[in-house]
């Protein structure tokens, strides 16, 4: 590989969370590359720990940022913070737009870095159901009616995007829900919690709407494809087809109703689920108790709690999308799962999830 193109220093926001994560365990098989894990407070991993420089910085602040920059000097960022989905519309604001403005600044006037590859979400786009291309897909903007977390996603994105030129070449790598290992807050312990407390015979809505999905492995991958394909642009290498400034839709590949996957994952941690025995709460019922609990919680807590049944979560279920790879694979030579390859990737997770979470 050219010394133009290696990857030499990579900066990775988020890098403690469950996607940033794997991003970096994926970089320290790259040689000679040296791996920055940036968050407001870092998240040691005891495999990483003698590989990886971990710095504590907010990126909603601009100064830590600036200061951050002529530090590390990176010659590659891979945005992947983000906070919770159900974080306050402000917390959103400061850290989805307000973060990726002073990094996307930061990095456009450094010298050394050259690539800035975005994490871009499916809850930033409007849902669809008939496989679409990224050039057919919608972004939430400020003038949408989106939850906070959908519209800040939507909106940083398009100024990652609008970045993009000569002195910054920028990607965004749209991933839909995540599934793996090391996913100590987001689906998995939600699906042996669900098992622990018999509720995973449950299904809220009719089921109908398909969803992507994807493996975290994959989605580590696919932004080190991004980042490397961005430098083989910048070095001038190749001019076509085009990668800076564009989005890639990346997952399985296998479009599924939410609790078809959800069974699926079930079923490998020996907690299979008979269609005779599942038990089905109507969409519009779960949204009214979600809003009422929420509507309960502000009054009699003050707003200091909130309920684990949100109405944000119930509306998800109402989405659903459904993508072209065709993109993907042509221009960054991503390959999806195969179905086999998914059912191992969810038994792995399940393994993994039984033998390292604590019990719910």
Not at 50 to 55: L, N, P
Not at 279 to 293: E, F, H, N, V
Not at 295 to 310: S, V
Request: aromatic content about 8%.
């Amino acid at each position: 590989m050219s010394s133009s193109t290696a990857l030499n220093a990579v900066l990775v926001t988020g890098g403690g969370g469950f996607l940033g994560s794997h991003v970096v365990r994926k970089l320290l098989n790259e040689p000679g590359c040296r791996v920055y894990s940036a968050s407001r407070n870092p998240s040691l991993h005891h495999d990483q720990e003698d590989s990886v420089t971990y710095e504590a910085v907010d990126i909603a602040n601009d100064s830590q940022v600036e200061a951050l920059f002529q530090k590390i000097k990176p010659q590659v960022v891979i945005h992947t913070t983000s906070p919770d989905p159900l974080a306050p519309s402000r917390t959103q604001e400061q850290v989805n737009i307000q973060g990726t403005r002073n990094l996307l600044k930061h990095a456009a006037s450094c010298v050394n870095t050259r690539a800035f590859v975005f994490t871009g979400s499916d809850s930033g786009m409007v849902p669809n159901q008939n496989a679409i291309s990224e050039e057919q897909a919608q972004l939430y903007t400020a003038t949408d009616s989106a939850n906070p977390y959908g519209k800040a996603k939507g909106i940083s994105e398009a100024l990652v995007l609008a970045t993009n030129g000569p002195d910054l070449r920028t990607v965004s790598v749209r991933v839909p829900g995540m599934y793996g290992d090391f996913d100590y807050k987001g689906m998995l312990p939600q699906l042996l919690s669900a098992i622990h407390k018999g509720q995973h015979k449950t299904q809220i809505g009719n089921n109908t709407r398909v969803f992507e999905v994807l493996d975290v492995h994959k989605a580590a991958e696919a932004h080190i494809a991004a980042a490397k394909a961005v430098l083989r642009t910048d070095a001038g290498l190749v001019s076509a087809p085009k990668v800076d400034g564009e989005a890639f839709f990346i997952s399985d590949g296998h479009p599924t109703p939410y609790w078809d996957f959800f069974r699926r994952c079930y079923a490998a941690a020996g907690a299979p689920v008979k269609p005779d025995e599942v038990k089905i709460i109507p969409l519009a019922m779960a949204q009214t108790m979600a809003s009422l609990a929420e509507w309960a919680y502000a009054i009699f807590t003050l707003g200091y709690k909130k309920p684990q049944m949100r109405r944000q979560n119930m509306d998800h279920f109402n989405r659903g999308c459904n993508w072209s790879l065709a993109k993907a694979r042509e221009r960054l030579g991503y390959e999806p799962l195969t179905v086999a390859e998914q059912d191992a990737a969810i038994k792995r997770m399940m393994d993994w999830g039984i033998a390292n979470l604590p019990k719910p």
